[in-house]
């Protein structure tokens, strides 16, 4: 009697085992079935599972980071040897120091494009007018028959031959202008060949020539160019006028500005 007792006592015990066996082996099942699939061919050859991605992070120390690394090394200081008060205000006056020439540099940025776009608003009131560029190359066009210059002469000189070429290095005209006066010369070309008939519209150069100490000698020329626009440029060129037939300078290369 004792031992049927027993037994029947024993089997919700043994039955619960059981059911417990099976959820255990039946949740490992199905934890498996989501990673394999027990044919190591078909194992082999599955696509990984997507794994997502985190996001990168800055990697720049700010000030918040700079207190947590101070504050972590307070705690793990030696006791005996704690760290010097000096070495602390060092080390924080030079975290400051850092961040200060940081949030400079970010300032200076913003008064670099503050100053181009007031640059390029002050260069737009040379638009329609005609300024002296350091180029020896001028253009004729309907609009301007004709091309202003300056000669730049070491010392005085009785005579300053000028001769005007075209784009592919021919003679067009020879003139001579006086030089006695010496320093910047005017020169100014009418824009005929030496027929007396009208040039083609393009760009044309103009060459300068003397005698200093008695020996033949390359002057500098500068020619007059009509500003057509202004473009904004960038922080490192600045303000950039665009010259008739000519192309783009910057406006701190302008040597003079004319009135017409």
């Given at each position: 009697?004792?031992?049927?007792?027993?037994?029947s006592?024993?089997?919700?015990?043994?039955?619960?085992?059981?059911s417990n066996t099976?959820?255990?082996?039946?949740s490992?099942?199905?934890?498996?079935?989501?990673?394999?699939?027990g044919?190591?061919?078909?194992?082999?050859?599955?696509?990984?599972?997507e794994?997502?991605?985190?996001?990168?992070n800055d990697?720049?120390l700010?000030?918040e980071d700079?207190f947590?690394?101070?504050?972590?090394?307070?705690?793990m200081?030696?006791p005996?040897e704690?760290?010097?008060?000096?070495?602390?205000?060092?080390?924080m006056?030079?975290f400051?120091?850092?961040?200060?020439?940081?949030?400079?540099?970010?300032?200076?940025?913003?008064?670099?494009?503050v100053?181009?776009s007031?640059?390029a608003?002050?260069?737009?009131?040379?638009?329609?007018?005609?300024?002296?560029v350091p180029?020896?190359?001028?253009?004729?066009?309907?609009?301007?028959?004709?091309?202003?210059?300056?000669i730049?002469t070491?010392?005085?000189?009785d005579?300053?031959?000028?001769?005007v070429?075209?784009?592919?290095?021919?003679?067009i005209?020879t003139?001579s202008?006086?030089?006695?006066?010496?320093?910047?010369?005017?020169?100014?070309?009418?824009?005929?060949?030496k027929?007396?008939?009208?040039?083609?519209?393009?760009?044309?150069?103009?060459?300068?020539?003397?005698k200093?100490?008695g020996e033949?000698?390359?002057l500098?020329?500068?020619?007059?160019?009509?500003v057509?626009?202004v473009s904004?440029g960038?922080t490192?060129?600045?303000a950039?006028?665009?010259?008739?037939?000519?192309?783009?300078?910057?406006?701190?290369d302008v040597?003079?500005?004319s009135?017409?």
């Amino acid at each position: 009697m004792s031992l049927i007792n027993s037994y029947s006592q024993s089997l919700p015990q043994a039955s619960s085992s059981t059911s417990n066996t099976s959820a255990v082996t039946k949740s490992s099942v199905q934890s498996t079935t989501t990673t394999t699939t027990g044919n190591p061919f078909l194992d082999s050859i599955r696509l990984p599972e997507e794994s997502a991605t985190p996001e990168a992070n800055d990697q720049m120390l700010k000030q918040e980071d700079f207190f947590a690394l101070l504050s972590q090394q307070l705690s793990m200081q030696d006791p005996f040897e704690p760290v010097d008060n000096d070495q602390m205000i060092a080390q924080m006056a030079s975290f400051s120091t850092v961040d200060g020439i940081s949030n400079l540099n970010d300032e200076i940025l913003n008064l670099n494009t503050v100053m181009s776009s007031s640059q390029a608003l002050q260069a737009s009131g040379l638009v329609g007018r005609k300024v002296l560029v350091p180029s020896d190359t001028g253009a004729i066009s309907t609009e301007s028959p004709n091309i202003n210059g300056v000669i730049s002469t070491p010392s005085a000189m009785d005579t300053i031959t000028v001769s005007v070429e075209d784009q592919s290095g021919q003679v067009i005209k020879t003139f001579s202008v006086d030089g006695s006066d010496g320093g910047n010369v005017d020169v100014s070309w009418d824009g005929l060949d030496k027929n007396g008939a009208p040039v083609e519209e393009g760009l044309y150069s103009i060459k300068a020539s003397g005698k200093v100490d008695g020996e033949a000698q390359e002057l500098a020329v500068s020619t007059y160019a009509h500003v057509s626009s202004v473009s904004l440029g960038t922080t490192a060129t600045g303000a950039i006028l665009n010259l008739r037939g000519v192309g783009g300078i910057k406006l701190t290369d302008v040597l003079a500005v004319s009135e017409t």
